[in-house]
């Protein structure tokens, strides 16, 4: 009886979460292979085993290809995913469709939303690989840290497709990394992005010292918002109680991993924003998301106060000091003033 092959997959991008992305599948039996920008950076971890960039202090498995070779890390393979920050997909893509087959299954693992074109990642993927039926997004509270030292992670699989949502699902679950589905891939693309703006406010909170009754104000209020503008945008409000909404804003406003609540904490503390960015490789996709946020709740008349705030703080406007007050004083509203934009009463 013939041997069944490997399922192969192709993780494009070399950062901490396709890192660990490919550590959790290797132990799992699966053919991997990363593809990364940089040479140099493979290099390094092709000597070291180790990302010592992104993801310090994890060994990586001999078995795990990397390569800057784009064309050989995706020879064979039938999950590719992309693994990269947002504001750069579109021309992964674009590199990545010279190379595309339509057996492939495409997974986005991206969280943001295209400046100039306000689309979530799946719909950049869409239009530049010419395919949306076998475009699965996999999104939730998961730090690439904890999950490549298999700390329970349980995490979201969505598709326009639910059977290559549930194929994936299957394909990536593990023991210790759960895998969840959801229809709604509006809704956990938008969860997965504006979090790391409410998570960047959160961080503010920190660096100012003001404990933790503000910040889970600030938290819960910012759910609100990301709420407001997702159902205004097609989404159900019930994925913003579940891992890609709720989940993942606590994640990512509490831990010390966080890009986003670490940057908000050096400007809470007095830092500013482009000497945080020059001093770290590593992107907070809070910065990148916050001016596409700004224009989808202007397009869909949503209030995003807290949003509106941040922006100030992050563009010198105002002091991080004033950010709190200045959401503090806002005029005074029922809790549940946001429902009617879910048929609520």
Do not use: Q
């Not at 180790?50 to 020879?75: D, Q, R, S």
């Amino acid at each position: 009886m013939a041997k069944k092959s490997k399922i192969k997959v192709c993780i494009l991008g070399d950062g901490g979460w396709g890192t660990a992305l490919s550590i959790v599948l290797c132990r799992k039996g699966l053919d991997v292979s990363v593809w990364g920008a940089f040479k140099k950076n493979i290099d390094l971890i092709n000597k070291n085993r180790e990302n010592k960039v992104f993801l310090p202090g994890v060994k990586i498995p001999e078995k795990i290809t990397f390569t800057h070779n784009m064309e050989e890390a995706l020879k064979n393979v039938k999950i590719v995913v992309l693994a990269v920050p947002s504001h750069v997909m579109r021309d992964v893509c674009k590199k990545y469709k010279k190379y595309h087959k339509e057996n492939h299954i495409i997974v986005s693992v991206a969280k943001g939303i295209e400046n100039k074109t306000l689309k979530r990642m799946s719909e950049v993927i869409e239009e530049v690989v010419g395919m949306h039926s076998n475009i699965v997004v996999l999104s939730g509270p998961s730090h690439a840290e904890e999950v490549a030292r298999r700390i329970p992670t349980a995490i979201v699989a969505t598709s326009k497709v639910m059977e290559f949502a549930l194929e994936i699902e299957k394909i990536f679950t593990t023991e210790k990394f759960k895998v969840y589905t959801n229809p709604d891939i509006i809704g956990v693309e938008l969860g997965g992005s504006l979090k790391n703006i409410i998570a960047i406010a959160a961080g503010i909170v920190d660096g100012l010292n003001l404990g933790a009754n503000t910040k889970a104000a600030v938290l819960t209020r910012g759910i609100v918002e990301i709420s407001r503008l997702g159902v205004r945008m097609g989404a159900n409000p019930l994925t913003f109680s579940g891992l890609s909404g709720i989940g993942d804003l606590i994640t990512t406003g509490l831990s010390p991993f966080s890009r986003n609540r670490t940057l908000g904490e050096r400007i809470g503390k007095g830092e500013k924003l482009k000497d945080i960015l020059k001093s770290t490789p590593k992107v907070a996709e809070g910065v990148n998301t916050i001016n596409a946020a700004l224009k989808l709740a202007k397009k869909y008349n949503v209030s995003m106060p807290i949003t509106e705030e941040l922006f100030k703080v992050l563009n010198n406007v105002e002091p991080p000091d004033k950010f709190i007050d200045n959401i503090f004083s806002r005029d005074l509203t029922s809790e549940l003033e946001w429902l009617p934009f879910i048929g609520a009463i």
